[in-house]
């Protein structure tokens, strides 16, 4: 089944280093992909997402490419900062069975923490 | 703030109980999802209704059921707890089903004991 690998946390960094949070997936299909995140305390925030291969999702300094021939799609920023310390939940939609699903599978999370 | 609402936030009951969990999507939005989290398990994937039909249906135990009502907010059973049911449960919400974004509320905590 489809599945997705998050490279296992915690990141530790300090503000203003280079991040990168590798996601791997395995899918049937064209699944759109998507970088969430999850501050303490709160609900999951949709970061970013990429729809075919090659796009390229950003938001907020955040960036990700959908790459189909190492079925990648690895989070990175160039400098963080204190705030984006929280978990970081990569996900693909899975469009298995019905045309009208669209579930998520998501990775089992990479908590980054920025310290000044 | 994604427009998803989810109530009550917190939920504390005892084994053997029935709870229900509530989720109002955001305007426009036909389909919902239902997610649990849990530090075992992770995200997992319970259920999907989409404007009120059940679509797709994940790991959600036979103790667990859930509808879409016809102004599309959505409530999640829970009966016969058990302790490991505690968890937080989202909801989340999308134009449509297939590969659209979904919004996500802010949970509600279960604790059993």
């Known amino acids: 089944g489809n599945s997705v690998t998050q490279m296992e946390g915690p990141v530790t960094l300090s503000e203003e280093a280079f991040l990168t949070i590798n996601c791997t997936y395995t899918?049937?299909?064209?699944?759109?992909l998507f970088w969430y995140v999850q501050y303490p305390g709160e609900g999951l925030q949709l970061l970013l997402k990429a729809t075919k291969a090659d796009d390229k999702g950003s938001n907020k300094g955040f960036e990700a490419t959908y790459r189909k021939e190492t079925t990648s799609f690895h989070l990175e920023k160039g400098s963080v900062q204190v705030s984006d310390s929280a978990v970081y939940f990569c996900a693909l939609s899975d469009l298995a069975g019905s045309s009208n699903t669209g579930k998520l599978i998501f990775g089992q999370g990479t908590t980054l923490q920025v310290k000044p | 703030d994604s427009g998803v609402t989810q109530t009550p936030k917190h939920l504390i009951t005892a084994t053997g109980q029935r709870v229900t969990l509530r989720c109002s999507p955001r305007s426009g939005d036909l389909s919902v999802y239902w997610y649990q989290q849990s530090l075992d398990q992770g995200l997992q994937f319970l259920i999907q209704?989409?404007?009120?039909?059940?679509?797709a249906k994940g790991n959600i135990l036979e103790r667990f059921s859930a509808q879409q009502f016809p102004d599309l907010h959505s409530e999640l059973n829970l009966s016969s707890l058990e302790l490991g049911d505690s968890a937080l449960y989202f909801c989340?919400?999308?134009?449509?089903?297939?590969?659209?974004?979904?919004?996500f509320g802010p949970g509600t905590r279960l604790t059993v004991t």
């Open positions: 899918a049937t299909g064209y699944p759109s």
């Open positions: 209704y989409y404007n009120g039909e059940e679509r």
């Open positions: 989340a919400s999308s134009v449509a089903g297939g590969p659209y974004e979904q919004y």
